[in-house]
């Protein structure tokens, strides 16, 4: 027992000192962000960076990470020493009667926790706070994998304005060229008519297409928590990854979903440490001086307080905190196991899309284009008739539309790719 007191009264003598901060959340939260070139041409880095660190979900998530950070310095801390004063024996009967034999009392006791609790404590917040900052990430990720296919989406969108203002003056030429031959006699009115129809039914739809870009510039702004347009739109770029190299083989090892797996199962290792070492009761030391004030005489006491661990030793705690941690590491497993499979299935898709981008470009739009222009020459000079050259037109159409969604699914499953492996544009932190 003297050996317990003196250390306990070692323990005492420590100063207090403050713990550091862990993590501060997964990036700092600007409070003045920089501003952004408004007139200048949206780039895919720069709507992922943006989105990186203005999205409000992220700032959310930073702060939380942050606030989870300094419940753990809490957690560190020690335990407060208590002050009591004690007054008896006065305004009684007797000899007691007044103040001339009353005793005062002042005593000063410290709980320590024994079993390592504080510094257990502490790891298991450290541990916390590192799971909100992989969290963070992974919302970060989200965010900015969204920003992304919005940004792709508003570039799709802008290609197919172009197709439907491209589409409306062929319409427009080849009601020209109908009007024309109504007017030497060799076609019927009612083909000018027919051709006029298309091509008011193409301007409208180029009207339509205009208004999802503005639609599609909207939703992507609202990712950073904009209201309006605050950017320039994009400057159409058909080889968005093409020069970035190949990311199919990468490892998924960095995945911030990964890294949060791994992460909740040290916090649940910790966490069960900490109530483990519940079992071993804590131990209250005290000491003071007590006054006599009939005789004026002073004396010392002190003291020990140990609860005695006869009906509760936190052993279902630690029990569930075990089984905790073994759901844990089966969590992590399984995500692991989850992001390989979706890794192959990414690369698949892309493989599909490259050869159908491919297949498009190379041999359905030259055949196409060919194809109108015969029918719109055969046409003039009176070989074919309306019906085929609008057919070749419209096929032309098509094939431009198409390619234009083979890109952006190409475009689209690449960015998921890189997104969940980490590579360009998503390798490192935004700040």
């Known amino acids: 027992m003297k050996l317990l007191l ?6 005492l003598a420590l100063p207090v000192m403050a713990g550091a901060a862990y993590a501060d959340g997964c990036g700092s939260v600007p409070v003045d962000q920089p501003e952004f070139n408004h007139t200048s041409p949206l ?19 930073v702060l939380e990470a942050r606030a989870v950070s300094a419940e753990a310095d809490q957690a560190g801390r020690r335990l407060n020493p208590t002050l009591s004063l004690e007054t008896e024996n006065f305004a009684g009967t007797g000899s007691l009667e007044g103040f001339d034999a009353f005793e005062t009392t002042a005593v000063l006791s410290q709980t320590f926790r024994l079993g390592d609790k504080r510094r257990l404590a502490e790891q298991a917040g450290r541990a916390r706070a590192a799971l909100a900052s992989a ?67 193409l301007e409208a739809e180029a009207d339509a297409a205009r208004g999802q870009v503005e639609a599609s510039a909207l939703a992507l702004a609202s990712v950073w928590g904009s209201p309006d347009i605050d950017f320039g739109l994009p400057i159409a770029n058909r080889d968005t990854f093409q020069r970035r190299g190949a990311a199919e083989a990468a490892a998924v090892n960095e995945n911030p979903r990964l890294a949060a797996a791994v992460a909740n199962r040290k916090a649940k290792e910790a966490e069960t440490h900490f109530e483990r070492a519940g079992a071993l009761p804590d131990i209250t030391v005290s000491a003071g001086l007590r006054r006599f004030e009939e005789t004026g005489d002073s004396a010392f006491l002190a003291g020990v307080s140990v609860p005695l661990p006869i009906f509760d030793r936190n052993e279902d705690a ?38 159908r981008l491919q297949r ?26 309306l019906t085929a050259t609008l057919d070749a037109r419209r096929s032309l159409i098509q094939t431009r539309a198409a390619i234009i969604d083979a890109r952006l699914a190409l475009q689209t499953q690449t960015l998921r790719l890189r997104a969940l492996i980490g590579a360009a544009p998503f390798e490192g932190e935004v700040q």
């Open 6 to 11: 003196r250390g306990a009264v070692a323990a």
């Open 43 to 61: 780039t895919l880095e720069a709507a992922i960076a943006r989105a990186g660190r203005s999205a409000p979900e992220v700032q959310r998530a």
């Open 135 to 201: 969290e963070c990430n992974v919302q970060r990720r989200e965010v900015q994998t969204l920003a992304g296919e919005l940004f792709l989406e508003l570039e799709a969108a802008l290609a197919l304005a172009d197709v439907a203002d491209a589409s409306a003056e062929l319409a427009g030429e080849l009601a020209s060229v109908v009007k024309s031959r109504v007017d030497a006699g060799a076609a019927a009115p009612p083909e000018l008519s027919r051709a006029k129809s298309e091509a008011a039914s």
């Open 318 to 355: 630690t029990r569930a905190a075990r089984f905790r941690t073994e759901g844990a590491e089966l969590n992590a497993r399984a995500v692991e196991a989850r992001l390989r499979a979706a890794q192959s299935s990414l690369a698949a898709r892309v493989r599909a899309a490259t050869s």
């Open 360 to 385: 498009l470009e190379s041999e359905a739009l030259p055949l196409a284009e060919d194809a109108y222009a015969s029918a719109v020459e055969g046409y003039r000079v009176g070989k074919f008739d």
